[in-house]
């Protein structure tokens, strides 16, 4: 399978709590590695999928952590190292089940179609390509982005995007962000995101811009809906919630592993749920080696 998309260092503060503005609250801090693509992965890999990350960081120390991090992880990086750039970082305050990030996307902002050319050419044995919609969001990176679902297509792989986070999907507008991943065969938003685009946090209101529309609710479940055909529900896994960050990206690649196995919307989306629930239980964006 190919990823394409954003590589970052999260700067993660877990708190409880209302948030003081204006003076401290404590916290735990640390710095973990990120970037919904690189998370995606990162748990792609753990669960056995042999798996190419395309994207870029910056000739700098913390562009190469990650890059060790995910070469340890068992991920083949097509990564691009851009002199004179900075490895993308994330702000995340974390608490209660729900997360706040403050973005600085850096050398992702220069994803190329040369980059995605050069990782198709070079994986010839993947048949899925996944998109994280953070390459959509700037104008920079979203040449390659489309370009990377057109080229996926033209090449006879599957295709999925993962919509990313509402408030950017809010400014790019709905209409052309939907323009621009129609006719991929997985989409995939939560439930803010889904409002983002449809107003509704119904699955069936997504399915015709994509074969299959799936929305994650959280503590809700999630649910899975193809055109004429439905939508379908299932519950989500226990969990004792620590944080929430990554657990989208955990997700997506549960429910990618058993979708290209071969399993039905129940099973995968199951599936989904189950590393999701894996991801919640721990801090930080990546699978915790047993």
Known sequence: MIVVGDIATDVLAVYSGQLATGTDTAATVSLTAGGSAANTAAWLASAGVPVTLVGVVGEDAPGAQRL???????????????????????????????????????????????????????????????????????????????????????RGLTTSVDAASAGPLRRVGAEAFLDWVRGADLLLANADEAVALTGSADPARLAGYARHAIVKRGSEGAGWATSGDGTRWVAAQPATVRDVTGAGDAFAAGLLCAWLAGAGPDEALRAGARLGARAVSSTGARPIPD
Request: proline residues 0%; aromatic residues 2%.
């Open 68 to 154: 060790a991090e995910l070469a340890e992880a068992g991920v083949d990086c097509a990564v691009r190292r851009a002199a004179g750039a900075a490895t993308g970082t994330v702000v995340v305050l974390s608490e209660s089940g729900e997360r706040t990030m403050l973005c600085d996307r850096g050398a992702n902002t220069l994803l190329s179609t040369v980059d995605i050319d050069a990782a198709l050419d070079t994986a010839t044995g993947a048949t899925h390509l996944h998109l994280s919609g953070y390459a959509l969001f700037d104008e920079a990176s979203r040449v390659a982005g489309r370009h990377a679902l057109a080229t996926a297509r033209s």
